[in-house]
């Protein structure tokens, strides 16, 4: 992947940052480059750890394109494998969640496999000579559990998230300290035509809030809220008012501030006014001009609250369909010849935690062009 040039449009604008040029965002061949330099060497968050919290559970998942699967051992111990035999490449488990046997059956040929993913047995393989089960296993995929979530890599060399996000980690059980135990209460899921990028950009600053989301701006005092870069993450913290459209929640609740964590390169993780009130968002590219995102609640109780009703009838009702037409609408932009020079100038000002600056967005476009370079 060639060097990106951001040119100024006046002479006098060189210290202005700009914007990723427009086709980053439009082209097929880009997004190809990303499935293969980004998304199969990061860490992708893919499902609640309840999805495979008991022996035997199984899940599977879409990771830059390859299927793959997680599995909790009958030893307890969560395992992750590319959802394919090794024999003849037939996938072992349809698409979705279950309960596994102890040993893993390909529907083609019948190898039989642990949820360790060693061969157990392969018929008619005793006949042939050279034939090593060692050498026959599934092939692992890294996992690890975060935060109460599953995240995969398929680099088997990858740095552990721990270590890369152990701030964060401290940081979001300081503030919802039984992460581990919330259930999911309600998922909402959305095709955005958009790519998946133009989605993280709008996640990553407030400038567009007053504007945009006017109920938000009313539920948080804006003039405590900071947007700070982490490394491969960030964060956008304010003081909220308990009775808005958005958040009520009782005097004595242990955490009255809106803490939105994203974390990269696809997952916003977020802890939400209340007791035990937590929010992530997975955004899974599908295409260039694609991505499907999901958003899901998790509480104490899977049946929520009045409280917790109003924050999700919240999400469904106002914030998410006023962020769906802004990223589709900016994702018809980027193809317009009126967007000049292909890009845009991002307002990057001295303060590095202003709410109305786009720091973050310049952040995470700068990893986007170091991950393709």
């Known amino acids: ?70 599995v909790r051992g ?34 083609y040929h019948a190898w039989a496999f642990g949820l360790d993913g060693k061969l157990v047995h392969a018929r008619n393989s005793e006949n042939v000579p050279s034939f090593c089960k060692d050498n026959a296993g599934l092939t692992p995929v890294r996992v690890e559990e975060f935060c109460g979530l599953v995240f995969v890599n398929l680099d088997m060399d ?32 959305y095709e955005m035509k958009a790519n998946w990028k133009v989605v993280v950009d709008n996640y990553l600053e407030c400038l567009h809030c007053q504007t945009a989301h006017p109920a938000l701006v009313e539920s948080i005092r804006m003039e405590t809220y900071l947007h700070k870069v982490r490394g491969i993450y960030t ?17 004595e609740a242990p955490n009255t501030d809106f803490a939105a964590y994203w974390l990269w390169p696809n997952v916003t993780l977020n802890v939400l006014p209340g007791d035990g009130n937590y929010g992530v968002f997975y955004m899974f590219p599908v295409d260039a001009d694609t991505t499907i995102q999901h958003f899901e609640f998790y509480f104490r109780d899977s049946t929520p609250t009045t409280e917790q009703q109003q924050l999700i009838d919240y999400y469904k009702n106002v914030l998410k369909p006023e962020d769906l037409s802004i990223v589709e609408s900016v994702q018809r932009g980027l193809k317009s010849r009126g967007y000049r020079n292909g890009q845009g100038p991002l307002l990057i000002t001295d303060d590095k935690t202003s709410a109305i600056g786009e720091h973050g967005v ?11 370079a």
Request: proline residues 6%; aromatic residues 8%.
């Open 235 to 251: 964060s956008q913290i304010g003081q909220t008012r308990s009775g808005s459209d958005a958040f009520t929640y009782d005097d």
């Open 74 to 107: 009958r030893d307890g111990v969560l395992r992750a494998f590319y959802n394919v035999c090794p024999h003849r490449a037939h996938e072992l488990f349809p698409e979705g969640a279950g309960r596994a046997k102890n040993v893993i059956t390909c529907p």
């Open 1 to 70: 992947m060639q060097n990106v040039h951001i040119a100024p449009v006046c002479d006098t604008q060189d210290s202005l940052s700009y914007t990723l040029p427009a086709h980053y965002y439009t082209s097929p061949e880009i997004f190809e480059a990303e499935k293969k330099t980004i998304f199969s060497k990061s860490w992708v968050c893919v499902m609640h750890k309840s999805q495979v919290a008991e022996p035997n559970s199984y899940a599977t998942a879409k990771v830059a394109g390859e299927n793959v699967f997680v």
């Open 158 to 189: 990858a740095v552990p998230l721990i270590e890369q996000a152990k701030e964060l980690n401290d940081e979001i059980r300081a503030r919802c300290p039984d992460v581990d135990s919330l259930v999911p209460a309600h998922k909402l899921t």
């Open 362 to 372: 310049q952040h995470f476009q700068q990893m986007v062009l170091a991950a393709l």
